[in-house]
């Protein structure tokens, strides 16, 4: 079973969310040396998510509720969240 962090991420917010598309890649590597890096990786990360639960929700309200349901993964050593939180139809346009 894989416990990595992303896995955790890609979990908890599949379960919050609903999404109908979600990736999330560990973008650890690229930040090395820089602030909240670790040695071990599994600190920055960006996130996808395609989901209806984010209609009528500004950028500002939809990162809020993302962090809010992740608030256990930083208090475990994640760092940063690049994010890109779309509606179907904000999918669709693009």
């Known amino acids: 079973m894989d ?12 379960a919050a969310f609903a ?7 560990d973008d650890s ?12 990786g599994q600190t920055h990360y960006s996130v996808t998510i395609v989901a209806a639960a984010f209609a009528g929700q500004s950028r ?9 349901v992740l608030a256990g993964e930083f208090a475990g050593g994640l760092h940063a969240l690049a994010l890109r939180l779309l509606t179907p139809e904000e999918a669709a346009r693009r």
């Open 29 to 40: 590597a690229s930040h090395a040396g820089h602030a909240g890096a670790r040695p071990g």
């Open 19 to 25: 999404p109908a598309e979600i990736t999330v890649q």
């Open 60 to 68: 500002v309200a939809r990162s809020r509720a993302v962090h809010d």
């Open 3 to 14: 416990h990595s962090r992303a896995t955790r991420i890609r979990d908890t917010l599949h």
